[in-house]
DNA sequence: GTTGACCTTGCCATGGTGGGAAGGTGCAGA
DNA sequence: TCTGCACCTTCCCACCATGGCAAGGTCAAC
């Protein structure tokens, strides 16, 4: 398979194989005599597990752990299962930070009645008069990095 | 007051201050004879309406969008509303998404009896049995890019 | 005059991903 | 055989917000 066939079979773009192979995370594809990659079922396999793992919000370094792990026949689930938690500890913590910030957001939008005078209980919680909350989110960005 | 008060003051590093000057967020602080960027109450204000939008999760667009309407005397506050809700519903979103990514694995880890063996339904589930959830997550990424 | 704290500019890195340029390859049809 | 097209290759750039580091300037206190 070529790697735009690997891509569609996968899920991962054609640009981020090769990226993937660029940083070890995939092996280097062998190459067909010309200078093309070629993909076999195992390496499909291996890009669909990676693409899962990235719809579940693993980063990379975690992800690299998962794959040591799949393809070691002694591993312990225990390993797997830690790598896991220590995921979704992160992902709550994420979550319970934006959380706060929507419900302060909602609390002040509520307060502004949105007439389209400039009295604006949004602004002046900006401005100063914020209800000292969200520390959380010195610690977690709330915004995307990969764009929709 | 010199750029590391100024830091110190609005919670806003000297490293970030220089940044949203560079950006055109903040306007060019003035010299004092010196080299050395000069601010004053009016700037400290200014800095922490950021800081505080920062916290809030919003985004560097609409903090300028923000910024503009704070200094505007003939502002609706229907359009701050709308920033406001608009930035709450991409919260929503991503929580929503983060959420799913969370269960999907707390059901996964659940499944692991984690007893050591190589037996493991979570590497399983990103083989390729996963339950079939979360598209969401193409939309949203759930990995932080602001350093803890 | 030396020390130390602070400032300056400028470059590099992060993490995943996309965009695009400039050029090579392979196949189908005229 | 030539042409066109779809695909591939490598390489560089951009995002967003932030931190780090380096090499050098400035100022106040001792």
Known sequence: MRIGEAAAASGVSAKMIRHYEAIGLVPAAGRRGNEYRD???????????????????????????LLRLWSD???????VKQIALDHVAELEERISAMREMADTLHELAAACDGTGRPDCPILGGLAG???ASPRAAAKV???PSRPV
């Open 39 to 65: 993909y076999g079922d195992a390496d499909i396999h291996r890009l669909r597990f990676i693409r899962r793992a990235r719809d579940l919000g693993f980063g990379m370094d975690r992800i690299r752990a």
């Open 129 to 131: 008069t914020l209800p």
């Open 73 to 79: 026949r002694d591993r312990s689930n225990a390993d």
């Open 141 to 143: 960005d709330a915004r």
